[in-house]
């Protein structure tokens, strides 16, 4: 289809373009930036006047629940709601039943995402068999079918031989190593940031230090293997401080961090919010205030929903024993939004931190709208307000910590390969 996007603000990071610049869209590619291409005929028109341009959002982190955890969403549901999100692009973690370890599996997976025709999928494949932390997967075969990186999701790999020798085998193929750092045996059993919230409720907590002892360990044997590593959800200001100071010394790492980590602290935990049970926990407003600010100097690469829908039932029971996780890609954009007003953010900077920057990381050809790019597109109204509550989320997961929010910026087209998946 030959689509005319006209009259919109244009924000696209990575080619440094923010003014206002028609789109024009053939047979599924950008065929042009600001005049018509020779020859055009639009056989759709939209008109953005008034609304902001820029290309299809890229997730790191967004749990589709298939295969194995139907009960709490379905491919259906989640690619619904990746297209009210404006998310043309997400990652999947290697945590389903059975995990991402096998090559079929993975291109199971990819084939029912095709078969939709809605966002790009990009699986995370399981670094070890299970899961379990004991024998390597075949990555050569899981790079073959599809994966972009390598993973324990939120398992934590405790054997240090055998995370060094699966950084080793990365590095050989130059595939990602993908980590969430945190030590098994600091963090057992804890639901919440150890802190003055979790000592007077009673909750058993996790320590900042089991993120760092199990980042340091990261980091070390990064830099003895030379692998691509991306520490995922960073938590902690020494957390983020660690990883500055990698980076600094030339390390290859990079990181992301869920926007809910952006935006609350443990205070928001209030008397027993099961909703704010999310893995890694909230912790402190000094650390809020750090991860924010490693965000602007560049520390910080990306922003993820961290999306893991969960079904009511496991959201209902105490704290301590409900299921960690919440929903996120319907929010991922406007509380990008929302931070970049808060912290005088200019909207190039902050989108690329939900485009451009994710694209990269997860090392696609998305993220950006290039003459001859794929023409996945967000137009969005940043002006437009609306309540978050269960009955508006497309996805299956009601639960978030931002139920009753009134958000700020509303999705109002997604096109998927130049095809319009979403429309409002």
């Known amino acids: 289809m030959n689509i005319h996007i006209k009259n919109g603000r244009l924000i696209d990071p990575r080619n440094n373009i923010d003014a206002q610049q028609d789109v024009f869209i053939v047979d599924k590619r950008i065929a042009a930036i600001g005049a018509a291409p020779q020859g055009f005929a639009a056989e759709r028109v939209i008109d953005a006047s008034g609304l902001i341009v820029m290309p299809g959002l890229v997730d790191v982190a967004a749990r589709l629940r298939e295969p194995g955890y139907e009960y709490r969403a379905t491919l259906e549901s989640e690619m619904d709601a990746a297209m009210a999100g404006g998310v043309t692009s997400l990652s999947c973690p290697p945590d389903t039943d059975p995990p991402l370890d096998e090559p079929g599996l993975v291109e199971m997976l990819k084939h029912r995402a095709r078969l939709l025709n809605q966002a790009r999928v990009f699986p995370v494949g399981a670094l070890t068999y299970g899961l379990k932390g004991a024998e390597l997967t075949e990555m050569v075969e899981l790079s073959e079918a599809g994966c972009k990186a390598f993973s324990q999701a939120d398992t934590p790999l405790t054997d240090t031989r055998v995370l060094m020798r699966a950084m080793q085998y990365a590095a050989t193929f130059d595939y990602r190593v993908w980590l969430r750092p945190q030590d098994a045996f600091l963090a057992k059993d804890g639901v919440a940031h150890d802190g003055e919230v979790a000592t007077r409720l009673g909750l058993p907590a996790i320590p900042v230090i089991a993120e760092t002892i199990a980042l340091s360990t990261m980091l070390k044997l990064a830099r003895e293997t030379g692998v691509k590593l991306h520490v995922c959800r960073i938590s902690s200001a020494e957390g983020v401080e660690m990883v500055r100071a990698a980076k600094s010394k030339g390390l290859a790492v990079t990181c992301d961090v869920s926007m809910n980590h952006v935006h609350l602290s443990?205070?928001?935990?209030?008397?027993?919010?099961?909703?704010?049970?999310?893995?890694?926990?909230?912790?402190?407003?000094?650390?809020?205030?750090?991860?924010?600010?490693?965000?602007?100097?560049?520390?910080?690469?990306?922003?993820?929903?961290?999306?893991?829908?969960?079904?009511?039932?496991?959201?209902?029971l105490p704290f301590a024993e409900a299921e960690a996780g919440a929903t996120g890609m319907e929010l991922l954009l406007p509380l990008v939004l929302k931070w970049a007003e808060q912290d005088s953010v200019p909207l190039l900077d902050a989108l690329a931190c939900v485009s451009s920057n994710p694209a990269q990381l997860l090392g696609v050809k998305t993220g950006h709208l290039s003459v001859g790019a794929h023409a996945d597109v967000c137009v969005f109204d940043a002006n437009a307000t609306?309540?978050?509550?269960?009955?508006?989320?497309?996805?299956?997961?009601?639960?978030?910590?931002?139920?009753?929010?009134?958000?700020?910026?509303?999705?109002?087209?997604?096109?998927?390969?130049?095809?319009?998946?979403?429309s409002i």
């Not at 443990?266 to 965000?295: T, V, Y």
């Open 386 to 422: 609306w309540k978050v509550e269960p009955s508006v989320l497309k996805s299956q997961g009601k639960n978030t910590p931002f139920n009753g929010y009134t958000m700020q910026g509303r999705v109002r087209h997604t096109i998927v390969e130049g095809h319009i998946a979403y």
């Open 266 to 316: 443990e205070m928001d935990i209030g008397f027993f919010d099961a909703n704010c049970h999310l893995m890694p926990p909230l912790r402190s407003q000094r650390d809020k205030a750090a991860l924010r600010a490693g965000l602007l100097d560049g520390t910080i690469d990306a922003i993820c929903s961290n999306h893991s829908p969960v079904d009511e039932d496991a959201k209902q």
